[in-house]
């Protein structure tokens, strides 16, 4: 063998050996970096709900909406301010989710992320407080003695728990603030998401939420009900929590057709059963849990909030459990579409 041909056999092998080195390498160091921003890695859009998807689910969403307000006689007033702002809010948080599809820099991939997030979630939370007066339009009676039965069973006496919170303000204050969380846990939850690229899991908990929106709308045509403070307490209301006795004005209204447009400055919440605040707190917990920086601040305020349920949202404690199941029903839900629908994709 001539000189150059021994260097040329040597380097060929040398190539190969430290070709194999260098896979080596690369298989036993990749899990040890995970990616936490920026453009996901190759496989990082396995399980990723498909962003076509919630286009039409949206558009789905708002049909349903618009049949259940027509066959409810009635219509969302549409001068008000409150619609102004939402339909302001929905439209610039669409143009810049599209506007900024293909972000060149890790600031406007989290825009994007954070416009999509917070305008869909928007647009989901809207649809169902508006789609909720629909259906108390067209609910039949009330399911309260049932209710105040089960919390009885319970051992629950919801009548002793608001004296209680009444004899004590700061347990009235401390309630409202709480109650008032179910704002804040998603801005938290979903800027956290939109900040660490975090696409995948934000989709998941929008449409589980989205989810147990519509679960508690089926079950509320079933289960209509006026609360506790207005089905059960006797004489003057000492303290008038967060949620007042708008289940009770509102409802027969609805139905009798006595409130005919809605203004969404004004929404409030119809639904007594299952709790709404509930499902949201446990939705809330879920997607915290995998986040270390968030997991224990959002447990101790949510857990605080489902405390809160009872006074604040004149709710009884069976209306919190199912609110409680709904919530489970939907992310398990969610879980086993996305495994089955959501392939991982190289």
Not at 12 to 37: C, D, K, N, V
Not at 83 to 108: C, D, I, K, N, Q
Not at 133 to 144: K, P
Request: with cysteine; aromatic share 10%.
């Amino acid at each position: 063998m001539t000189p150059t041909g021994f260097a040329r056999a040597g380097t060929g092998e040398g190539a190969a050996a430290r070709l194999r080195a260098g896979e080596e390498i690369i298989a036993t160091s990749a899990p040890l970096q995970p990616w936490t921003h920026g453009s996901p890695p190759q496989g990082a859009s396995a399980g990723l709900i498909r962003g076509r998807w919630i286009v039409a689910g949206l558009s789905v969403s708002a049909v349903l909406m618009l049949v259940l307000l027509h066959s409810a006689q009635l219509g969302v007033a549409p001068g008000g301010p409150g619609a102004f702002a939402a339909l302001l809010w929905l439209t610039m948080t669409g143009w810049a989710a599209y506007a900024l599809r293909h972000p060149a820099t890790r600031v406007e991939r989290i825009a994007r992320d954070a416009a999509e997030y917070f305008g869909v979630f928007m647009a989901v939370t809207l649809f169902g407080i508006v789609a909720s007066y629909a259906v108390a339009a067209q609910s039949v009676g009330y399911v309260d003695n049932q209710l105040a039965w089960l919390d009885s069973r319970l051992g629950f006496d919801w009548g002793a728990w608001y004296a209680f919170v009444v004899a004590h303000p700061v347990f009235r204050v401390a309630g409202r603030i709480a109650y008032a969380n179910i704002y804040l846990s998603p801005l938290v939850i979903l800027g956290w998401f939109a900040m660490t690229g975090q696409k995948r899991e934000a989709r998941i908990f929008i449409a589980a939420f989205w989810l147990a929106v519509v679960l508690t709308l089926v079950a509320f045509v079933l289960i209509p009900a006026k609360g506790p403070l207005a089905a059960m307490w006797q004489g003057p209301i000492p303290y008038m929590p967060s949620s007042a006795l708008y289940q009770a004005e509102l409802i027969p209204q609805l139905r009798s057709h006595g409130l005919q447009q809605i203004h969404v400055e004004a929404l409030q919440g119809v639904v007594c059963a299952p709790s709404f605040h509930a499902a949201s707190g446990v939705l809330f917990i879920a997607a915290a849990w995998r986040a270390a920086p968030l997991r224990w601040p959002l447990l101790a305020v949510n857990v605080l909030m489902l405390l809160a349920t009872p006074v604040e949202g004149t709710h009884y404690l069976v209306d919190i459990i199912m609110g409680a199941a709904v919530a489970i029903v939907a992310l398990g839900a969610t879980h086993l579409l996305v495994r089955r629908f959501c392939p991982a994709r190289g």
